[in-house]
């Protein structure tokens, strides 16, 4: 069965920095592209940022509301896909999840919380 | 970065109804659509790929179509167990995936 589980989330002040894991299983994680996107209380879906696959490059794209904050990156020999994420702002409080593919965001995580408050 | 104005933003019908959510693109995006239902509480789950492809194990009652910058997502009998948001999302720019607003699908 394929699963993502993602971890890493809580309560951080703004200005700091969190990282968050997606662990995969039930695939070859290293032949896929993994993407985050973000849901905001109450909101709509956000696309945060994907990373591809080593066969393409292993590059990454952001969303404008997260480049040069955020930074994805990837550890195939665990199967963990990473998303670092500094400068925290109140805006950034949202349900993270982890999902596979950019072009069609399947399967999905159960999500993690990250509140940015002080 | 290319808009998607879905709509409505929610919807009441009664079960057996068919329902339409509609969702439109700021410029011809091809087939590069795809449709997601989201339960309360629960993660995204795709339906509908490619505008009109239905996911493996997603029930017949749900279709897509569309093309270019118009497209429709139908559920053809509402059924309690498909109260939901549902959401369109385009990757025609991999670069800046977008989606839309959502749509809340309410029984009467």
């Known amino acids: 069965e394929v699963q993502l589980v993602e971890s890493g989330g809580g309560l951080v002040q703004p200005g700091r920095s969190l990282r968050l894991s997606c662990t995969a299983s039930?695939?070859?994680?290293?032949?896929?592209?993994m993407s985050w996107v973000r849901q905001a209380p109450g909101k709509g879906l956000e696309w945060v940022g994907f990373?591809?696959?080593?066969?393409?490059?292993?590059?990454?794209e952001y969303a404008a509301s997260v480049k040069g904050r955020f930074t994805i990156s990837r550890d195939d020999s665990k199967s963990i896909a990473y998303l670092q994420m500094n400068s925290l702002k109140t805006e950034d409080t949202a349900v993270y999840y982890c999902?596979?593919?950019?072009?069609?965001?399947?399967?999905w995580g159960q999500g993690t919380l990250v509140t940015v408050s002080s | 970065d290319i808009q998607m104005t879905q709509s409505p933003s929610s919807l009441s019908a009664s079960v057996g109804d068919r329902v339409t959510i509609t969702c439109q693109a700021s410029?011809?995006?091809?087939?590069?659509l795809n449709w997601y239902q989201q339960k309360p509480g629960k993660a995204p789950k795709l339906l509908i790929y490619?505008?009109?492809n239905l996911e493996t194990g997603v029930p017949s009652r749900f279709s897509g179509s569309g093309s270019g910058t118009d497209f429709t997502f139908t559920i053809s009998s509402l059924q309690p167990e498909d109260i939901a948001t549902y959401y369109c999302?385009?990757?025609?720019?991999?670069?800046?995936?977008?989606f839309g607003g959502g749509t809340k699908v309410e029984i009467k």
């Open positions: 999902t596979r593919n950019p072009s069609s965001f399947d399967p």
């Open positions: 039930g695939f070859t994680f290293g032949d896929y592209a």
């Open positions: 990373i591809r696959s080593k066969a393409y490059g292993g590059t990454t």
């Open positions: 410029q011809d995006i091809s087939n590069y």
């Open positions: 490619d505008a009109s």
């Open positions: 999302q385009q990757y025609d720019n991999l670069s800046s995936l977008t």
